[in-house]
């Protein structure tokens, strides 16, 4: 009798625990483990991208001497290459952009040898991005975005037709090379064509401070110093999603 009375009180005690365990648990949690569950290494990559784009440059700048009365530059390309990270509506990535050269051509106050001053100006930047995506309506997705970072300018083939630097007047014998702080603000809209590919379509502008025309200008000669650089980007780009 006394064994049969313990058998039902550990009985009852262990129907005690399971409920009181079962109760301890969220809603929803008492399941058995799920098979379907991504394995380690793809929730780790879960919400990186690289992403590839050109594009059109419309260049401009200046006035980068008093007696400008005209500045011209020609329109340009350029490519990217970056990585970034996604989470819900907010998206950040890390880019690198190289541009053709764009030429540069100013007229000045001078009687004679019009246009004065030409060269050729290309550039590289670092970019630290941010972007706001507004939600998606049929497949699109709109957004905008800023950045900031580095800038390095060059400039080559400068010539002053009034004072040629190639006749080594003013000891210009080099290109003139800078680096600068550079800001971008941006817009556009995304399209997801695959599970894990978006098509990218927008706009950027990129300001990129001055270049000096060749070495030295603006400090031991009188060569030109090219001033606030900036384009205006029409872009195409593709993402690829880790996930």
Do not use: C
């Amino acid at each position: 009798m006394t064994q049969a009375r313990a058998l039902i009180a550990g009985f009852v005690g262990a129907l005690a625990f399971v409920a009181g365990a079962h109760a301890a648990d969220p809603p929803g949690s008492w399941r058995p483990p799920q098979p379907d569950e991504p394995p380690a290494f793809q929730r780790l990559m879960s919400g990186w991208y690289l992403r590839a784009d050109v594009g059109f440059r419309w260049n401009g700048g200046g006035p980068s001497t008093a007696d400008v009365t005209r500045e011209k530059y020609t329109t340009s390309y350029d490519g990217t290459f970056g990585f970034g990270y996604k989470y819900q509506w907010f998206r950040a990535d890390l880019t690198y952009d190289r541009s053709g050269p764009t030429r540069v051509t100013a007229t000045t106050t001078a009687a004679f040898n019009q246009p004065q001053l030409n060269a050729k100006i290309s550039s590289q930047t670092v970019l630290a991005n941010g972007y706001v995506d507004f939600g998606t309506w049929g497949g699109f997705t709109p957004y905008v975005g800023a950045g900031f970072g580095i800038a390095r300018l060059k400039s080559v083939d400068y010539l002053d037709t009034a004072n040629s630097p190639s006749n080594n007047v003013f000891g210009v014998t080099s290109p003139g090379t800078q680096q600068n702080f550079a800001w971008a603000a941006m817009a556009g809209v995304a399209y997801q064509v695959a599970s894990n590919w978006v098509l990218d379509v927008g706009y950027r502008h990129i300001e990129m401070g001055n270049v000096p025309s060749s070495e030295g200008a603006g400090t031991r000669t009188n060569a030109a110093v090219f001033k606030s650089q900036h384009t205006d980007e029409a872009r195409v780009g593709i993402r690829y999603l880790f996930d």
